[in-house]
């Protein structure tokens, strides 16, 4: 690895000056780093294909949009925590230095993690197309009235939802708004679709996990406006009779690890945990 980028969070104070401290430890060992805001698409993606790395400095969300600005070339991506969460990153602000310096040996493996295309057909034409890592969602607008969305899988009638909403995640994205709306936990390895309601009313009200390599559609029934959400940052209006498909992306999100393999679940199980219920990342000891 010769080209790092490092991308902050415009709006988190540490983030900035830790990307100029990183950038300053990594020259100093014969590497160039490139700077930007996480925020400026334009110029992260006039860049990155010339990066062997990107390392985010802020939360799920920033590696969110790193991850789908970055699957198109391929480039690993390394998450350090600034923020709430950080089911996705890596390092924590402190103690990054000597991580890295593993990281320079080669003391590390490389994730890959599903990702989705949704497309967005308007009169039976693609309007717009996107990546996500976490989930594609079709849901009410401002209004708090519920949309009918009938869903179809490679073709074939799945159900027809009274709802707030519906859910189209990856297995990354089961531990986001899926789990909150009920959804399974499933490992990242996995490559299924989850579809999942978010507060059905008198209709199909249980997630429902989809094959390897399925298709979703949804259609859109509304005298209001609907909005489709692409990984909880990108809005789009949807109308009456839209449609939104949905798919395994061609692209994977790849991600830098230095953990051992099992880590998704310690990671779980310490987000989970509520404050103060035996906060210790130790394993129970064995019975004499």
């Not at 899988?153 to 939802?161: E, F, H, I, R, S």
């Amino acid at each position: 690895m010769k080209q790092i980028g490092i991308l902050h969070h415009p709006k988190l104070p540490r983030s900035q000056p830790l990307a100029q401290e990183m950038a300053a430890w990594l020259a100093g060992r014969g590497l160039s780093a490139w700077q930007a805001s996480s925020w400026d698409e334009a110029a992260v993606q006039a860049e990155i294909e010339n990066l062997d790395l990107v390392i985010t400095l802020g939360g799920d969300g920033t590696i969110l949009r790193a991850a789908r600005m970055g699957a198109c070339c391929g480039v690993p991506i390394l998450g350090l925590n600034l923020g709430r969460l950080g089911f996705l990153a890596e390092l924590q602000p402190e103690g990054w230095q000597p991580q890295l310096e593993r990281l320079l040996a080669g003391d590390y493996w490389v994730e890959g993690r599903m990702m989705l295309h949704a497309q967005f057909l308007q009169g039976g034409e693609c309007r717009r197309a996107f990546e996500a890592l976490n989930d594609v969602v079709v849901s009410r607008g401002s209004l708090a009235r519920m949309v009918r969305l009938t869903a179809y899988v490679d073709g074939g009638y799945l159900a027809t939802y009274a709802a707030d909403g519906l859910i189209v995640s990856t297995a990354t994205g089961s531990t986001a708004y899926a789990l909150a709306a009920g959804g399974p936990i499933l490992p990242p390895e996995l490559h299924n679709i989850l579809v999942i309601p978010i507060a059905p009313h008198l209709s199909l009200d249980r997630a429902v996990v989809l094959a390897e390599g399925s298709t979703v559609s949804v259609e859109v029934s509304t005298d209001h406006t609907a909005m489709l959400t692409i990984d909880g940052q990108f809005e789009v209006e949807l109308q009456d009779r839209d449609t939104v498909i949905v798919q395994a992306s061609p692209y994977q999100a790849r991600f830098i690890r230095m953990q051992e393999p099992t880590y998704f679940y310690r990671t779980l199980m310490a987000r989970l945990r509520p404050a103060g219920h035996g906060d210790t990342h130790e394993p129970p000891k064995e019975r004499a």
